[in-house]
C-alpha cells in the first residue's frame, strides 16, 4: 500500500468525471442492436460486467491531454469489445470454465461456438472503427492484437523452467501490457496529443499493464474465493508465471529438485494444492509483490512529467488500486 489514499474503483471513476454507466449503457446497446445470430451469446458475455478499466483508462489519457471526443467513445468501446473478445478465446485455450462468477462461454455453448463469438467481436470492433473512418483507432490497436495471440502462444510454449523474468516480462507485455499500453496511447490521440505525448502515456499504460498481469498471476496462486474464476489455472495449465520466478529464485538446489519432481507429475487437485503452497512458502506472493511496487515506483516518477496534474492523482490511485485489488 502506497500513501496515495485507496478508494474504491466507481470512487475512482466519479472522481474523474467518467460516466462508467453512461459507458456501459453505450456497450449494451451496441450489443442489443445486433440482429446476428450470435446476439444471446454477445448478451450472456457482457452481462457478467467487468470493472471496465480499459475503458476508463482511454477516458482518463484523453482528460490528461484534453477532452474526450465522439472518437474516444468509440475507442473505448472498441477497446472493450477487443478485450471482452481475447477473454472468449483465452477461456477456451486455458480451458477455463467460470469467469466473472458465472460460467464461460465455452462452457456452455462449446469450444466451436466460443471461437466463432469471440471472432465476430473481433470483427465487430473493427467494423464501428470502419463505419465511422476512425482508421487512426485501428491502425493502433491492430498491432496490439497481433501481439496479444503472439504472447498466448509463448506463454503456451513457455512451461518449463526456462522461463526467466525477461522471458516473463516479454510475453506479459505481449498479452497484457501492450493493450493497455494502447488504451492510453489511443485516449491521447483522440484528445488531441501531439506524438510525443501520446508515446509518453503509452510507456505508462504499458508499466501500469506489468503490474496488472503479475497481480492477476498472484490471485492465480490465492485461495480467497474472490477472484470470480477458477483459481490454480495457471498451476494446471502449466504456466510459469512471478510467483513461480520468485519461489524458484528462493529455493535451494535441492528444493529445485524437489519442486521440478512435483511441477513435472500430472496435475490433479492434490498436485495443484502441493504446488500452490510450496511458491507461496518460498516467497512468491512477497516477490511478486515487491515487484509491483518498485514498477509502480516507476510509473509514478513518469507520472510526474505529465500536464494536469489532477487527473495524474487519479492515474495513481488507479495504479494503487491494481495493486490491491482482490479480484
Same mark, same amino acid.
Given at each position: 500500500?502506497g500513501t496515495?489514499? &485507496?478508494p +474504491?474503483?466507481?470512487e475512482?471513476a466519479?472522481g474523474i468525471?467518467?460516466?462508467l454507466?453512461g459507458?456501459?449503457?453505450l456497450?449494451i446497446?451496441?450489443i442489443n442492436?445486433? +440482429?446476428s445470430?450470435f446476439?444471446? %451469446?454477445l448478451?450472456?458475455?457482457?452481462?457478467?460486467?467487468?470493472?471496465?478499466?480499459?475503458?476508463?483508462?482511454?477516458y482518463?489519457?484523453?482528460k $490528461?491531454?484534453?477532452?474526450p471526443t465522439? !472518437?474516444?467513445?468509440?475507442a473505448?468501446l472498441i477497446?472493450?469489445?477487443l478485450? +471482452?473478445?481475447? @477473454?472468449?478465446?483465452?477461456d /477456451?485455450?486455458?480451458? !477455463?470454465? $467460470?469467469r466473472?462468477?458465472?460460467?464461460?462461454? +465455452?462452457?456452455t455453448? *462449446?469450444?466451436?461456438a466460443?471461437?466463432?463469438a469471440g471472432d465476430?467481436?473481433?470483427?465487430?470492433a473493427?467494423?464501428?472503427?470502419? &463505419?465511422?473512418g476512425?482508421?487512426?483507432?485501428?491502425?493502433?490497436l %491492430?498491432p496490439?492484437v497481433?501481439a496479444m495471440?503472439?504472447?498466448?502462444?509463448? &506463454?503456451?510454449d513457455s512451461k518449463?523452467f526456462?522461463?526467466?523474468?525477461?522471458?516473463?516480462?516479454?510475453?506479459?507485455?505481449?498479452?497484457?501490457a501492450?493493450?493497455?499500453?494502447?488504451? %492510453?496511447?489511443?485516449?491521447?490521440v483522440?484528445a488531441?496529443?501531439?506524438? =510525443?505525448?501520446?508515446?509518453?502515456?503509452?510507456? /505508462?499504460?504499458?508499466?501500469i499493464?506489468?503490474?496488472?498481469?503479475?497481480?492477476?498471476?498472484?490471485?492465480?496462486?490465492?485461495?480467497?474465493g474472490?477472484?470470480g474464476?477458477?483459481?490454480g489455472?495457471?498451476?494446471?495449465?502449466?504456466?510459469?508465471t512471478?510467483p513461480?520466478?520468485?519461489?524458484w529464485?528462493?529455493?535451494?538446489?535441492?528444493e =529445485?529438485?524437489?519442486f521440478q =519432481?512435483?511441477w513435472?507429475?500430472?496435475? #490433479?487437485?492434490?498436485?495443484?494444492?502441493?504446488?500452490?503452497?510450496a511458491?507461496i512458502?518460498? *516467497?512468491? %506472493?512477497e *516477490?511478486?509483490?515487491k515487484r509491483?511496487?518498485?514498477?509502480?515506483?516507476?510509473?509514478?516518477?513518469?507520472?510526474?512529467?505529465?500536464p494536469?496534474?489532477?487527473?495524474c #492523482?487519479? @492515474?495513481?490511485?488507479? #495504479?494503487?488500486?491494481i495493486?490491491?485489488?482482490?479480484?
Amino acid at each position: 500500500m502506497g500513501t496515495i489514499l &485507496q478508494p +474504491n474503483f466507481q470512487e475512482i471513476a466519479k472522481g474523474i468525471g467518467i460516466d462508467l454507466t453512461g459507458f456501459e449503457k453505450l456497450l449494451i446497446d451496441t450489443i442489443n442492436s445486433d +440482429n446476428s445470430d450470435f446476439k444471446p %451469446m454477445l448478451q450472456h458475455v457482457f452481462n457478467a460486467k467487468g470493472k471496465r478499466i480499459r475503458p476508463l483508462l482511454v477516458y482518463l489519457s484523453a482528460k $490528461i491531454f484534453g477532452k474526450p471526443t465522439v !472518437s474516444t467513445d468509440r475507442a473505448a468501446l472498441i477497446v472493450e469489445i477487443l478485450h +471482452n473478445a481475447t @477473454l472468449i478465446h483465452d477461456d /477456451i485455450v486455458d480451458e !477455463s470454465d $467460470i469467469r466473472r462468477n458465472q460460467p464461460t462461454l +465455452n462452457a456452455t455453448k *462449446g469450444n466451436k461456438a466460443a471461437v466463432l463469438a469471440g471472432d465476430y467481436l473481433f470483427a465487430k470492433a473493427i467494423s464501428i472503427a470502419a &463505419q465511422n473512418g476512425e482508421h487512426a483507432i485501428i491502425d493502433m490497436l %491492430m498491432p496490439t492484437v497481433c501481439a496479444m495471440s503472439e504472447g498466448e502462444l509463448q &506463454q503456451l510454449d513457455s512451461k518449463d523452467f526456462s522461463t526467466d523474468e525477461a522471458r516473463y516480462y516479454e510475453i506479459i507485455f505481449k498479452k497484457t501490457a501492450s493493450l493497455i499500453a494502447s488504451c %492510453m496511447k489511443v485516449g491521447a490521440v483522440t484528445a488531441g496529443a501531439s506524438g =510525443q505525448q501520446a508515446e509518453q502515456i503509452c510507456k /505508462i499504460g504499458e508499466k501500469i499493464g506489468y503490474i496488472f498481469q503479475i497481480k492477476d498471476d498472484m490471485l492465480d496462486y490465492s485461495s480467497n474465493g474472490k477472484t470470480g474464476k477458477e483459481s490454480g489455472n495457471d498451476i494446471k495449465e502449466c504456466k510459469v508465471t512471478m510467483p513461480l520466478i520468485c519461489a524458484w529464485n528462493n529455493m535451494s538446489r535441492s528444493e =529445485q529438485a524437489n519442486f521440478q =519432481q512435483l511441477w513435472n507429475s500430472p496435475r #490433479t487437485a492434490e498436485n495443484i494444492e502441493q504446488i500452490r503452497k510450496a511458491v507461496i512458502a518460498k *516467497g512468491g %506472493m512477497e *516477490g511478486s509483490h515487491k515487484r509491483t511496487i518498485e514498477i509502480k515506483d516507476e510509473v509514478f516518477a513518469l507520472i510526474g512529467t505529465l500536464p494536469q496534474i489532477n487527473y495524474c #492523482t487519479y @492515474l495513481k490511485q488507479i #495504479t494503487e488500486y491494481i495493486i490491491e485489488r482482490e479480484k
